[in-house]
């Protein structure tokens, strides 16, 4: 799921280098090799969940930094709201699908509206096809 290696690896030299920390003290201080960390900031290599972790702990990052390099790496933050800030309706259908008072069957039905409306789009989109996917905003 990964990707952005090298937005990843630009923010890394931000939050290193905000923080006057060699990339030699910030690999000793997160547990990796030296050249790791210059691995990690080219973009040559492409760091685990644990690995941004680490970093992130070995920085002091505070939660708001470390979602971003989390983010960066192309994984999901800790915070997942704060990826939903502009978008308050996906916010509102993740408390539905996790709300145990709701029947499960119910919740179910409703992840399966969403993955077929979901496939609808896609297909859509794919074969360009400009008539309305028959949902009403």
């Known amino acids: 799921m990964a990707h952005g290696g090298n937005d990843f690896g630009a923010l890394l030299k931000r939050c290193r280098e905000a923080r006057h920390v060699s990339q030699s003290k ?41 979602d971003a390099l989390l983010a960066a790496a192309g994984f999901l933050p ?9 978008e308050p309706v996906i916010g509102e259908v993740l408390d539905l699908l996790q ?3 709701l029947p499960m ?18 297909f859509s989109t794919r074969t360009g096809a400009s008539e309305s996917v028959g949902v009403a905003a």
């Open 26 to 66: 910030l690999a000793e201080r997160a547990g990796f090799d030296h050249s790791y960390v210059s691995r990690l900031e080219s973009g040559a290599r492409t760091p685990t969940r644990d690995a941004v972790d680490r970093l992130g702990e070995a920085l002091t990052l505070d939660q708001v930094e470390r």
């Open 105 to 122: 069957e119910a919740r179910e039905n409703f992840r399966q509206v969403l993955k077929l409306l979901a496939q609808n789009i896609r």
């Open 78 to 86: 800790r915070d997942v709201n704060s990826l939903l800030a502009n």
């Open 99 to 101: 709300d145990e008072s």
